[in-house]
């Protein structure tokens, strides 16, 4: 009967979660696949589902998301089930964009125990400070990692589940968090601020990558 939870993951499913049909019955955005939203469901587990992240070189990481204008309980449903998928993945950020739905949603939890789930909706940078040099990773990218320079602190005003605006401000490696996903969410990846020349080796080194796996 599906994967069992861990204590942190059910808290967050719980405040995630309205009593509402899962990704595969009841899709998000309304209109389904007519509406942008195609993302094929890996795994059901009864209450969320693992949603397939979409790696480089799909062109469809390349499309803008839309702003989200229904705040309803299939957007919760989605943003539980993106968590899901985050979590499982050992990632600490998603864009919807990497599960092929092109809407304003990304969600981030950088602590250690698993237990600090952020979505923003709609997020929108309005001030910006500082310089860090961070070596990035990201799941569209499966094993390769490059230094990438951004800002060092962001603030942000983005709506919450329910529609209600707030501002979030991070620094350093959250900081860098935001701007990764706020960046899949415009079309734009980590390699498009790498030199040719490195992100020529870096594409040499995820192929050499994925034939090793293919063949293992
Ligand atoms: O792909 C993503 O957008 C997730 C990405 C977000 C990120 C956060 C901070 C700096 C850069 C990127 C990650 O979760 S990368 C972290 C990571 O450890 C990882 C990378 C590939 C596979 C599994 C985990
Ligand atoms: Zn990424």
């Known amino acids: ?57 799909d062109p469809r990481l390349r499309t803008r998301a839309a702003p989200v204008s229904v705040f ?33 949603v990304l969600v981030i939890d950088m602590s250690d125990e698993r237990n600090q789930p952020l979505a923003l909706i709609n997020a929108e940078i309005v001030e910006k400070d500082g310089a860090q040099v961070y070596q990035e990773g990201c799941l569209s990218f499966p094993g390769v990692y490059a230094d990438v320079t951004r800002a060092l602190k962001v603030k942000v005003k983005a709506h919450d589940m329910d529609g209600k ?21 415009a079309g734009k990846v980590f ?13 040499k080194r995820l192929e050499k990558q994925r034939k090793q796996a293919a063949g293992a």
Do not use: C
Request: glycine fraction near 10%.
């Open 165 to 185: 605006e707030f501002t979030y401000e991070a620094e350093g490696p959250l900081a860098v968090a935001v701007q990764h996903e706020m960046d899949h969410l």
């Open 191 to 203: 390699v498009d601020y790498l030199s040719p020349l490195k992100r020529s080796l870096l594409l």
């Open 72 to 104: 309803d309980a299939r957007l919760r449903q989605f943003v539980a089930d993106m968590f899901e998928t985050m979590y499982a993945a050992n990632g600490v950020g998603l864009a919807a964009t990497q599960v092929n739905v092109h809407q304003q």
């Open 1 to 57: 009967m599906g994967i069992p939870l861990p204590a942190v993951r059910a808290s967050v499913t719980e405040a995630l979660s309205g009593a509402i049909g899962t990704g595969s019955q009841n899709p998000w955005p309304p209109g389904g696949a007519a509406a942008g939203y195609s993302a094929p469901v890996a795994y059901y587990n009864g209450g969320m589902s693992l949603l397939s992240i979409l790696e480089f070189p």
